[in-house]
Nanobody
């Protein structure tokens, strides 16, 4: 079992930056593809970014390309989401998730483990 705990959420002004972190409890962290999803009130959970086990492959939703950067530190069992140039539409609960393969990373389906989420609110 892999337990995921997100942190770093909060209230930021539009145009600002925020760094989310996800700590994983497990000894096979590097074997998992890690992803970030977000869900706004009344909306479906949507893909934000994903990163392969070694950290060499990254994927981003079109809405965040050029603004968000996903990274991981396997020695620390952590994955991060550096968010820059934040917009009010980025406001959502952000979830960290883990899956076994890189295929299908853009959908919540196939992710085996999920964190509890961290709230990100971007004000105008």
């Amino acid at each position: 079992q892999v337990h995921l705990v997100e942190s770093g959420g909060g209230l930021v002004q539009a145009g600002g930056s925020l760094r989310l972190s996800c700590a994983a409890s497990g000894r096979t962290f590097s074997s998992y593809v890690m992803g970030w999803f977000r869900q706004a009130p009344g909306k479906e959970r949507e893909f934000v970014a994903a990163i392969g086990g070694s950290g060499t492959l990254t994927y981003y939703a079109d809405s965040v390309k050029g603004r968000f950067t996903i990274s991981r530190d396997n020695s620390m069992n952590t994955v991060h989401l550096q968010m820059a140039s934040l917009k009010p539409e980025d406001t959502a609960v952000y979830y960290c998730a883990a899956r076994r393969t890189i295929l299908g990373v853009h959908t919540p389906r196939g992710y085996d483990y999920w964190g509890q989420g961290t709230q990100v609110t971007v004000s105008s």
